[in-house]
């Protein structure tokens, strides 16, 4: 692994340990050369994820994209960092579990309101207003009110 401070190619590993829920392993480094420690974490990866684009264009899924859209969505909400990386991992597995290598973005979104919905009613909405791309009020109130609709019971 090659140090991110100097450069230097060989670095040692000192500690190694699972996550939290097992998903990845933390590996604590160290670099011989210009004395810095720092920490990387190594996960399973099932098969190469590509995105389809509503463009049609093609880039490579990127889990710390979704990662991060998921940290927006739960900003500020009560729940937990390693929750969130285990939403992300849920949701990564499942991408990579469909046994498909093209994902549509519309799918990897739906998946990922599905998701939230079941965490955070307020995530949820959050996610959705910048999925569905609401430009007034009226676009939340609408969204809020097949909300509500969907909670009732039929």
């Known amino acids: ?3 991110p401070f100097c450069g230097h190619d060989d670095t040692q590993v000192k500690d190694s340990r699972p996550t939290e829920d097992s998903s990845a392993i933390r590996r604590r480094r160290f670099c011989g050369s210009c004395g810095q420690r720092f920490t990387t974490v190594e996960r399973v990866q099932l098969r190469d994820l590509t995105v389809l684009k509503t463009d049609n264009r093609r880039v490579a899924f990127d889990r710390d994209k ?3 859209s998921v940290r927006i969505a739960l900003r500020k909400r009560p729940i937990e960092e390693e929750r969130i990386e285990r939403i992300v ?3 990564v597995r499942q991408l990579e579990a469909s046994g498909e290598t ?4 519309k799918q990897i979104g739906e998946l990922v309101m599905e ?3 079941g ?3 307020v995530a949820y909405v959050r996610f ?3 999925y569905r791309n609401f430009r007034e009020a009226k676009d939340f109130e609408t969204f809020l009110g097949s909300l509500g609709e969907s909670a009732e019971p039929a």
């Open 119 to 121: 965490v955070d009613p």
């Open 66 to 68: 979704l990662a991060r």
């Open 89 to 91: 991992n849920g949701i």
């Open 128 to 130: 959705a207003s910048v």
């Open 102 to 105: 093209d994902i549509a973005s």
């Open 1 to 3: 692994m090659r140090c």
């Open 115 to 117: 998701t939230l919905k």
